[in-house]
């Protein structure tokens, strides 16, 4: 089984959080016990965005993880993604016409 790590879950790791580090370690040894670990591209491009990052860092990291990336991805996945962040999007603003306005005076 191959699974896909979303960079939430990469960068959970890096977190001085030691929760957020111990949740984050133990669903990738699950998910790696199964099979192989990949980052998709735009994974790669947003780990590499964090503050104080280098691509030498992140590179290592996924050396010494054995996490590949997958550099090329097909049309269905693009557009699977499309479809997901098009339904992130909507609930956001669903989220934002909810909530509490505050009046100013």
């Given at each position: 089984?191959?699974?896909?790590?979303?960079s939430n879950v990469i960068a959970?790791?890096?977190?001085?959080?030691e929760h957020l580090n111990r949740s984050a370690r133990k669903a990738l040894d699950i998910a790696q016990s199964r099979g192989r670990l990949v980052?998709?591209?735009?994974?790669?491009?947003?780990?590499l965005a964090g503050l104080g990052r280098e691509e030498k860092?992140?590179?290592g990291f996924f050396r010494a993880t054995n996490i590949a990336v997958e550099w090329n991805l097909e049309e269905g996945i693009w557009r699977?993604?499309?479809?997901?962040?098009?339904?992130y999007a909507e609930r956001r603003r669903k989220q934002r016409d909810n909530a509490v306005r505050k009046v100013s005076c």
């Open positions: 089984m191959i699974t896909a790590v979303d959970a790791l890096w977190q001085p959080d980052v998709s591209a735009p994974v790669f491009a947003e780990l860092f992140v590179n699977m993604a499309g479809r997901a962040f098009q339904g």
